[in-house]
């Protein structure tokens, strides 16, 4: 069956690197997602990435995705106070119907002065 | 762009009292969800439509009803309110096409937090 997993929490100090991980099983997922909420917001598309890709990089955030071992990752260079959020993995698959979202349970990034 | 709005965002009811949540977009997206998230948990399914007139349900669709008469609107009707239902509920919308597997993410309306009393 589908499942996505993450750490539930990850503390950083200010300045330093944050990565946070995630791990999927579906091997046809087509589109992996990372979505940061806020708290008292909803969830905000962060960046994503193609399953044919290893890596992508976006200012200061950089996807790793290892496919072989159905392993993603978001790392936040220079972490600030402002990244303090709940980032949520997601993987789409495509099946007769459409496109199907598994999200995984979220990691709390608390970053500290 | 509006994009995926939700009302009302706070909203208490009473044991037994029955409410609509609202959902409308305004990106022409066919795919619309609603999903509930509880205290320091992930999102879970709810219902889910493919297009208007389509809807199925998801991973906890007791408790709940929806309907899509238009591309637009989604609401989700609890009928009758019970605690286990305090949550925030989140809607969200994507375009998916048959077409090819091109990139279509979730976009997600800030949520309305529904308290049971």
């Known amino acids: 069956g589908e499942d996505v997993e993450q750490s539930l929490f990850l503390s950083v100090r200010e300045g330093d690197s944050s990565v946070i991980n995630c791990t999927y099983t579906?091997?046809?997922?087509?589109?992996l997602y990372w979505y940061k909420q806020e708290p008292g917001a909803g969830l905000q598309l962060l960046t994503y990435?193609?399953?044919?890709?290893d890596m992508k990089q976006d200012q200061r955030l950089t996807v790793l995705l290892n496919k072989k071992d159905k392993h993603l990752s978001l790392r936040i260079a220079d972490t600030q106070t402002g990244d303090s959020a709940i980032y949520f993995c997601?993987?789409?698959?495509?099946?007769?119907?459409?496109?199907?979202?598994?999200f995984g349970p979220g990691t709390r990034l608390s970053v500290l002065p | 762009n509006a994009g995926v709005t939700q009302t009302p965002k706070f909203r208490i009811l009473k044991i037994g009292q029955s409410m609509t949540l609202q959902c409308t977009q305004d990106?022409?997206?066919?795919?619309m969800y609603w999903y509930r998230q509880d205290p320091g948990m992930g999102l879970k399914l709810i219902y889910y439509?493919?297009?208007?007139?389509?809807?199925d349900k998801g991973e906890v669709p007791n408790g709940y009803n929806v309907s899509r008469s238009t591309t637009e609107d989604f609401p989700l009707r609890l009928e009758l309110a019970a605690p286990s239902q305090t949550s925030v509920y989140f809607c969200?919308?994507?375009?998916?096409?048959?077409?090819?597997?091109?990139?279509?993410?979730?976009?997600f309306g800030d949520g309305t937090r529904l308290s049971i009393l």
């Open positions: 969200a919308s994507s375009y998916s096409s048959r077409t090819g597997y091109s990139n279509q993410p979730q976009h």
């Open positions: 579906d091997s046809s997922s087509t589109y």
């Open positions: 990435i193609f399953s044919n890709m």
């Open positions: 997601a993987e789409s698959q495509w099946d007769n119907y459409g496109q199907n979202f598994v």
């Open positions: 990106m022409n997206h066919n795919y």
């Open positions: 439509s493919v297009g208007a007139g389509i809807t």
